[in-house]
C-alpha cells in the first residue's frame, strides 16, 4: 500500500509555499477581525453631525461643577429599548457605554472619570419611566440625566398635551433634586417618519426643554442629516425592524452625546 507521501502528486516545493500562504492568508483575516472588533464599525470622524446638532442648549451646571471639583461624574440614561440597547449585538456597543468610553477617553489626561447608568426599559414611554424615576434615577443622584423619551409615545398616539405634561413634571422632579437633565429626541427611522404627526413630538420636547431650562440631544436631526445629506441608506444605521439602532448607529449617538457634553463644559 503506497504511503501519504507517494499518493500526494505536489511537489514539495509547492506544498510548502501553499502552507505559507494559507498563514499568511489566516493571520491577515485574524488582523483584520481584531481591528474591527477593536474599533468598531464607527469612528468619531466617521460619525456626522453639525456643529449646531452638537448645541444641548444648556450649561450643564452640576457636572462642570463635578469636573470643577475632580468628583466623580455620574450620569443616568434614562430610556426604552434606545437606551437598554437593542439592535445592538454587544452590551458595549449602546450608546450609554460608549459615551462613558469616549467621555472617559476625552478626559484621559486629567484622569476624571465618568460612570454611565444604562437605566433603559424595552417598550416604555414617558409615564412608565416616571413611575420609576425615583428608583432607577434619582436615587443615584446623578450629575446629569440623559433622557432618551418620545418614541414610544409618537408610536402609540399619546396625546400631545398629555406628553408635555408629563415631561415637564419629570424634569422639574430631576432639576429639584439637583442634576442637570439633556433631553434625547425620537431616532429618524422609517418606523417613525411613517407617523402622521412624529414632527409634532420632537417640536414638544424642544418646547419644554425651552421652558424648563434643560437641554436637547438632537438626534432626530443627526440621523436625519445622515440621511438627506450624507446620502446614507436606513440599512446603515438601523436593524431590519426600521426603529432600533444597530452597532454603528447606537455607537454614534453614544460618541456624539459625548462630544456635545464635552463641547458644552468646555464653554
Known amino acids: 500500500m503506497p504511503d501519504q507521501e507517494s499518493r500526494d502528486p505536489s511537489p514539495p516545493g509547492a506544498c510548502a509555499t501553499a502552507r505559507r500562504a494559507a498563514r499568511a492568508l489566516c493571520t491577515l483575516i485574524a488582523g483584520t ?7 468598531g464599525p464607527a469612528r468619531a470622524d466617521d460619525c456626522p453631525a453639525r456643529a449646531e446638532e452638537l448645541r444641548l442648549g444648556t450649561d450643564l451646571p452640576h457636572v462642570k461643577a463635578a469636573i470643577r471639583e475632580r468628583r466623580q461624574v455620574v450620569i443616568v440614561a434614562l430610556g426604552s429599548s434606545s437606551t437598554q ?3 445592538a449585538t454587544i452590551d458595549t456597543n449602546a450608546y450609554p457605554a460608549q459615551a462613558q468610553v469616549t467621555l472617559a477617553r476625552q478626559y484621559e489626561t486629567v484622569r476624571l472619570k465618568f460612570v454611565m447608568l444604562n437605566r433603559g426599559a424595552g417598550g416604555q414611554d414617558v ?4 413611575e420609576r424615576l425615583q ?6 443622584r446623578p450629575d446629569l440625566v440623559i433622557w432618551q423619551v418620545g418614541t414610544n409615545a409618537a408610536i402609540r398616539g399619546m396625546k ?3 406628553f408635555r405634561l408629563k415631561l415637564s413634571s419629570g424634569i422639574e422632579r430631576m432639576k429639584q433634586a439637583g442634576t442637570d437633565v439633556v433631553l434625547m429626541t425620537p431616532q429618524y427611522s422609517p418606523a417613525i417618519v411613517a407617523l402622521p404627526n412624529e414632527d409634532d413630538y420632537v417640536a414638544a420636547m424642544h418646547d419644554v426643554a425651552r421652558q424648563t431650562g434643560a437641554g436637547v440631544f ?8 445622515w440621511v438627506m445629506r450624507q446620502h446614507m441608506p436606513f440599512g446603515r444605521f438601523m436593524i431590519a425592524d426600521g426603529l432600533h439602532l444597530n452597532d454603528y448607529g447606537q ?3 453614544g460618541q456624539l452625546l459625548a ?4 463641547r458644552t463644559v468646555g464653554d
Open 135 to 140: 428608583r432607577d434615577v434619582l436615587s443615584h
Open 259 to 262: 462630544r456635545a457634553i464635552e
Open 127 to 130: 409615564t412608565e419611566m416616571l
Open 33 to 39: 477581525l481584531a481591528v474591527l472588533l477593536m474599533h
Open 218 to 225: 438632537r438626534r432626530f436631526d443627526i440621523m436625519r442629516g
Open 251 to 253: 455607537r454614534c449617538t
Open 160 to 162: 400631545l398635551d398629555s
Open 85 to 87: 440597547g437593542y439592535g
